[in-house]
């Protein structure tokens, strides 16, 4: 997926979150492109999870 970073910047100042973090959750489509593979939602639910407090330790740091 071809990504625009120009937007993504904006985006990230429009709502006060790291472009890095948007760019995690972005990139998720391509290490999960079949949802209805066996795990699929239990392991795209703890990458969520994990670039979430990743960003959260980051700020508070």
């Known amino acids: 997926m071809e990504l625009d970073r120009e937007l993504i910047d904006q985006a990230a100042a ?3 979150v790291s472009a890095d973090v948007l ?13 209805a ?5 239990a392991r795209l639910l703890r990458r969520v999870t994990d670039i979430i407090e990743s ?5 508070n740091s």
Do not use: R
């Open 14 to 16: 429009q709502h006060d």
């Open 23 to 35: 760019l995690a959750l972005l990139e998720l489509s391509s290490e999960f492109p079949d949802m």
């Open 37 to 41: 593979a066996w795990g699929a939602k």
């Open 55 to 59: 960003a959260v330790e980051a700020q």
